[in-house]
């Protein structure tokens, strides 16, 4: 069984569009996280939901919105795709407490054209 | 604000050689201190951590890191690197509430 698990894998559209990705762990984790890794693989975190609460919201566009409709779940959804939304965006859970290690998926791609 | 520097894009070693990959941080309070590795086209693993008594931590796959607090270093060691650990190595601070923060990424290149 997969333990974070993350859907589309691959996705390529167009600028403009709308696209979401979804993420889901049966970890029985309490907080989950986006992060976007660019083409220099850095990596950023985006947000974290905590027992489907936001606690983290770093400087992101406003057209990306995270959602969490019960804490196994995470979906991230983009209006008004631009070229520089093209990154891998990984899906990520832990426990909670600062010391707890992340579980990341396997990363969906997305290239804006 | 709490920083994880690795000062080396790429580290290049021979097989059956000791490796060590570089890192650096910036926290205020005890840090929490992990590696992770990434194969290509592969999600982040975890490696080892710190968080506090012994200096020298054991992980996965043979590999440890060293604490140093007056240097603020944990860097990543294996004895005898092999080829199959060719990867990206990051490492990572996590505050005492739920955010965490990578490096930059070190290219760990083992050659046969």
């Known amino acids: 069984d997969t333990a974070v698990s993350q859907t589309p894998k691959y996705l390529v559209t167009q600028m403009g569009n709308d696209k979401s990705i979804k993420c889901e762990q049966n970890l029985g984790h309490d907080t989950m996280y986006w992060y976007k890794q660019d083409s220099k693989k850095f990596l950023k975190i985006m947000f974290s939901y905590n027992n489907k609460e936001l606690i983290i919201n770093e400087t992101v566009p406003n057209r990306f919105s995270p959602k969490s409709p019960d804490k196994a779940h995470l979906n991230l959804h983009i209006n008004s795709l631009e070229l520089g939304d093209s990154a891998v965006y990984f899906c990520?859970?832990?426990?909670?407490?600062?010391?707890?290690?992340?579980?990341f998926g396997a990363g969906s791609r997305l290239t804006v054209l | 604000a709490q920083s994880v520097a690795q000062p080396e894009d790429q580290v290049n070693v021979a097989e059956g050689n000791p490796l060590t990959v570089k890192c650096t941080y910036s926290?205020?309070?005890?840090?929490?201190l992990f590696w992770y590795v990434q194969y290509p086209n592969r999600g982040l693993q975890f490696l080892l951590k710190?968080?506090?008594?012994?200096?020298l931590v054991k992980g996965s796959y043979g590999f440890e890191a060293e604490f140093n607090k007056s240097q603020t270093s944990f860097h990543l060691k294996k004895p005898s690197a092999l080829v199959s650990d060719s990867a990206l190595y990051f490492c990572a601070v996590r505050d005492q509430g739920f955010k965490t923060i990578f490096g930059a990424g070190t290219r760990l290149f083992v050659k046969a």
């Open positions: 710190y968080i506090t008594g012994d200096n």
């Open positions: 990520a859970s832990s426990q909670d407490g600062g010391a707890n290690v992340l579980t």
């Open positions: 926290v205020s309070g005890n840090p929490y």
